[in-house]
C-alpha cells in the first residue's frame, strides 16, 4: 500500500502502485550495485601497484560511474514518463505527455507539473539540479562527455570533475555522484503522489 500527503491510498493492483512499485525495486538493485562499487574502490586502495591504482582512479571508476548514471538516469526517465502515463489514464485527462513540447525527464516534469498539477517544476528545490544533469546526460550520450562553455556550467554548478582526454575535457563521474542524483530521484518520486 502506498499513501501520498494528500491521503490518497494505492493498493496492489492500482496503475499508480504498479509503477511506484517497479521503480522501488530498480531503486533497490541500484542500491546494491553501489555497495558493490563501495567494494571494490575500497579493495583498489589495496592494490600494491600504485600505477594500478591510480589507473583505476583516474581512468576505470569515472567510465563505470559515467556508464552508471546513464543507466540510473534513463530508469528514472523510463519511470517519470510512465507516470505521466499512469496519470493521465487514472485522471481522465485530455492532454497526453506526447501532446506537450518537451521530452524525457524534463518534458515529463512539466507534464506532471502544468498538466497533472504536481509542482515539480520551476518551484520545486530539485528542478534546477534536474536540469543540470540533464544536461550531463546529454552531453555524454550525445557529445561523448565532451565538455563545451555551456556543459561547463553544469559542472560547477553540480559539483562534477573532468579530465583531460585526446586534448578534450571530458566528463568524469565518480560514484559518489551516482549517489547524488540517486538522492535526488528519489525526493521526486516521494514528491509525485497525488
Not at 11 to 21: A, M, Q, R, T
Not at 126 to 131: A, F, G, L, M, P
Amino acid at each position: 500500500m502506498l499513501k501520498s500527503k494528500s491521503g490518497n491510498v494505492y493498493k496492489e493492483g492500482d496503475l499508480v502502485y504498479e509503477i511506484f512499485l517497479n521503480y522501488y525495486y530498480r531503486d533497490y538493485l541500484n542500491s546494491f550495485v553501489m555497495s558493490y562499487i563501495k567494494e571494490l574502490e575500497s579493495r583498489n586502495k589495496l592494490i600494491e601497484d600504485i600505477n594500478k591504482q591510480a589507473e583505476n582512479k583516474s581512468l576505470i571508476f569515472p567510465r563505470v560511474a559515467n556508464s552508471l548514471f546513464l543507466s540510473i538516469y534513463g530508469e528514472f526517465e523510463y519511470f517519470l514518463i510512465s507516470v505521466c502515463n499512469v496519470y493521465k489514464k487514472a485522471l481522465n485527462l485530455r492532454i497526453a505527455f506526447n501532446d506537450l513540447k518537451g521530452e524525457g525527464v524534463i518534458g515529463a516534469l512539466d507534464y506532471l507539473d502544468r498538466v497533472v498539477g504536481i509542482d515539480t517544476a520551476k518551484n520545486n528545490k530539485y528542478y534546477e539540479k534536474i536540469t543540470h544533469w540533464n544536461k550531463i546526460r546529454n552531453y555524454l550520450v550525445h557529445n561523448a562527455g565532451i565538455i563545451d562553455e555551456k556543459c561547463q556550467i553544469s559542472i560547477s554548478k553540480l559539483n562534477l570533475k573532468y579530465i583531460s582526454s585526446f586534448d578534450n575535457n571530458v566528463i568524469a563521474l565518480d560514484f559518489n555522484n551516482c549517489k547524488e542524483f540517486i538522492d535526488i530521484t528519489q525526493n521526486i518520486q516521494n514528491d509525485l503522489l497525488l
